[in-house]
């Protein structure tokens, strides 16, 4: 079964502090991985996009990487503007939907 | 680029009525559009597939005569709740896939709209 899973459920830390956040997935066939930013009571924002194995992108403070079976987001020396729930994201075998994360929920505090 | 619009932001509704919700691509050509539901602390729960032209994919469990779908346009495509009642309140999201399309094209959201029914 298509799946994707993400820990933690939840992130303190301070600011200054790094940390990464993780998404693991069960789905053959990747054909993307995808990172999407969303603050409470909007809409998820589009971070990134990652293909392939070995991939990285990096915006800001964010870097996500790409394994076979997992993907991280690396958060280095977060800001407080950094809270917010992170999305991951796979689309199906089929092709026909995106299957989400939980999400992570990012607490930074100064 | 990429900005994806929905509108109202906020609607509020008495029970029995409906309401139509409006989501645009302003700055890209969408051929599918996507709608979401989404519920307080949990994730996007996928309602419906919308190609322009073509009649919505719905998901297993989403009732098509009561949340319909019509995709006019490559940048307009809009959500009837048909008679509405409170159980219908949440957090409705669309999102907009460009002119390829496929699988692995990134979905861009739009800002959601919150429906509470009285």
């Known amino acids: 079964e298509d799946q994707v899973t993400q820990s933690p459920e939840a992130l303190r830390l301070q600011e200054g502090e790094s940390s990464s956040l993780n998404c693991s997935y069960t789905?053959?066939?990747?054909?993307?991985l995808f990172w999407y930013r969303q603050d409470p009571g909007k809409g998820p924002e589009f971070l990134f996009t990652?293909?392939?194995a070995g991939e990285e992108k990096e915006k800001e403070r964010l870097k996500a990487t790409l394994t076979k079976k997992e993907s991280f987001l690396h958060i280095t020396a977060p800001k407080p503007e950094d809270s917010a729930t992170y999305l991951c994201?796979?689309?199906?075998?089929?092709?026909?939907?995106?299957?989400f994360g939980k999400g992570t929920t990012l607490s930074v505090s100064s | 680029g990429a900005v994806v619009s929905q509108h109202p932001s906020r609607v509020i509704c008495k029970s029995g009525t409906s309401v139509k919700i409006e989501c645009r691509s302003l700055?890209?050509?969408?051929?599918?559009m996507f709608w979401y539901r989404q519920f307080p602390k949990k994730s996007l729960m996928l309602m419906a597939t919308?190609?322009?032209?073509?009649?919505?994919?719905?998901e297993q469990g989403v009732e098509k005569d009561k949340f319909l779908i019509n995709h006019a346009s490559l940048t307009l495509s809009t959500l009837t709740v048909t008679s509405a009642h409170p159980e219908d309140s949440s957090f409705y999201i669309c999102?907009?896939?460009?002119?390829?399309?496929?699988?692995?094209?990134?979905?861009?959201f739009g800002p959601g709209t919150r429906l509470t029914v009285l």
């Open positions: 999102s907009a896939q460009g002119l390829a399309g496929g699988p692995g094209d990134t979905q861009y």
């Open positions: 789905v053959s066939g990747l054909r993307g």
């Open positions: 990652l293909y392939s």
């Open positions: 994201a796979v689309p199906n075998q089929a092709g026909t939907a995106l299957i």
């Open positions: 700055d890209f050509q969408a051929t599918t």
């Open positions: 919308s190609n322009e032209g073509s009649k919505a994919t719905y």
